[in-house]
Nanobody
Framework: VQLQAYGGGLVQAGGSLRLSCAAS????????MGWFRQAPGKEREFVAR?????????KYDDSVKGRFIISKDNAKNLVYLQMNSLKPEDAAVYYC??????????????????WGQGTLVTVSS
């Protein structure tokens, strides 16, 4: 599985960005696709999750609920993260991740075994 995240950039607080994750090499029917982020000096943390191959299973961290929207394009193997009302504390490197879905939700980065290279999101106050 190969993942490529892109779409990061500099945005003012209150603004919006849309991140994309292109996935290839998906050999199984259902994949758990996650977005994580890591700010300098902090641990990588869960942001949102969606399932390729299922129409349920969207999850968000409480810190982004109501502001971020995760979506997908099954035909193109793309996962999106629409980020609205951005705050300075949202600034981080954002990573997309994948794992074969096992019927459970994993909020820990250790639960995912495929990672993209990360895309930097900077939010100015």
């Amino acid at each position: 599985v190969q993942l490529q995240a892109y779409g990061g950039g500099l945005v003012q607080a209150g603004g919006s960005l849309r991140l994309s994750c292109a996935a290839s090499g998906l050999a199984y029917t259902v994949y758990d696709m996650g977005w994580f982020r890591q700010a300098p000096g902090k641990e990588r943390e869960f942001v949102a999750r969606i399932l390729f191959g299922r129409d349920y299973g969207i999850k968000y961290d409480d810190s982004v609920k109501g502001r971020f929207i995760i979506s997908k394009d099954n035909a193109k193997n793309l996962v999106y993260l629409q980020m609205n009302s951005l705050k300075p504390e949202d600034a981080a490197v954002y990573y997309c991740a994948a794992r074969i879905y096992d019927g459970r939700f994993h909020a820990s980065s250790g639960g995912y075994n495929h990672w993209g290279q990360g895309t930097l999101v900077t939010v100015s106050s």
